[in-house]
């Protein structure tokens, strides 16, 4: 079996160059192996090689290629068959998605692929708009055979409001509760943004935890610790690991005084089965898109991106502050790339959504000739949107539906599911691989 050329987030041994396209813990699996990173060049951004060595010490940092958005290095590679020589070029593109986040374009004798890793093109952003002319510079007027799309959200149901407006809906519930503590749930990389307008618009102080002052400041951010702090004297607001914000948590913080939770997610609604269970409260919400359950019937996911933020609990308020593209962002990228093909990067999210099944007519190549009959070594289109069975119609327990509870209501259903799911390995072969 042919070892893979390159790999982009995915870590183990047999690729010749690997790409990191950011540091959320669905990207980085295999760089934590015993000994540290010892595997090849690991090619990143100059922000992420900053806080690589404080996520994973035993990483050899001489075998880090910092690259940095709108630079592009060349690789001289072998085929591992037949020893012959491959030149490839990668370009950095910005990919907006968190701190030091990229996309990655390679060009050469394996053609012309793109990998978007986690992104938020917002449309009418200023740093969206030069990102894309970046990308578009660097095809220089090419066809991106193979694109890699982040298909986190990609359903017509979710589009979200820029993360500017839903920023000033948070500092508006906090407005709302002056007497109240406010926890608000981010992961350990990202976000930073909407906490600083919080702080800026608030006049006020926000608690972190000290892993997450210290890449505050690895970043660049509050050096002189004017707006954040690990003294809860200081201030009522607290940016909190995102699996620490749960009703049971809010209800206990309550006995001692009174405390709203707020989540900045893209998935800002409540699964519920057939049956009726865990319904938010107040009124119902004006769109809902239903995608197929693991084990329990039909799981319907209830959003209106119009809609003033929810209440879902007596304490608690979830807004689509999304870094992730929404449906409307990610055929505006569709149109711009106009690729040959497309992948989704998730492949075991909680509703997988094949892009081609909403992007067909914006691919050259739809994997089919004119008479319907499927081209040899081409990517097979599919609309099922369901997740694949096994032969005897069961599903496999990695496919298995997320259960909600009240300890565990606001935890990134998506992320949860797609730890398996994202990374891919460019091999020396006839035919387009899939993501692994």
Known sequence: ?????????????????????????????????????RHGPLYCSPTTARLLPARFPGIDASLLR??????????????????????LRV??????????????????????????????????????????????DALAGDTVDLLYLDNTYCHPSLNFPPRPVVAEQMVNIIRAHPDHEV????????????????????????WVWPQRLQTMHLLGIDENRKIFTTQTSLTRIRAVPR??????????????????GIMPSGIPWLLKSSEGKAKPKGRSPAKSARCKGWDEGLIEMDYDPLSPPKLFDKNSYTLPYSEHACFSELEDFMQTVWPSTVIGIVSTSFCYVNPCHHFRHLCSDSGVTDDG????????????????????????????KVRISSSSL??????????????????????????A
């Open 1 to 37: 079996m042919e070892e893979g050329l390159v790999s982009v987030d995915k870590f183990s041994a047999g690729s010749q160059a690997y790409f990191l396209t950011h540091l959320h813990q669905d990207h980085t699996r295999g760089l934590a192996s015993a000994g540290g990173w």
């Open 66 to 87: 910092p690259l940095a958005p709108g630079a592009s290095a060349s690789l001289s590679l072998s085929s591992p068959t037949s020893d012959r020589p491959l030149s």
């Open 91 to 136: 370009t950095a593109i910005p990919a907006l998605h968190c701190p030091g986040s990229l996309m990655y374009l390679f060009r050469g004798d394996l053609g012309c692929m793109l990998y978007t890793g986690d992104f938020r093109w917002e449309l009418g952003c200023d740093r969206a708009r030069r990102a894309k002319q970046a990308l578009l």
């Open 183 to 206: 926890i608000i749930g981010v992961d350990t990389l990202g976000k930073e943004d909407l906490l600083l307008y919080i702080s800026r618009a608030l006049q006020t102080k926000i």
């Open 243 to 260: 699996y620490s914000v749960t009703i049971e948590s809010l209800e206990a913080l309550n006995t001692v005084c009174p405390t709203i």
């Open 373 to 400: 009959t499927p081209i040899k070594n081409k990517v097979r289109y599919t609309d099922n949107l369901t997740p694949k069975r096994r032969r005897n119609g069961s599903v496999t327990p990695e496919e298995r």
């Open 410 to 435: 606001y935890r990134s259903k998506v992320k949860r599911k797609r730890k398996e799911g994202c990374g891919a390995r460019i091999d020396d072969t006839e035919e387009l691989i899939g993501v």
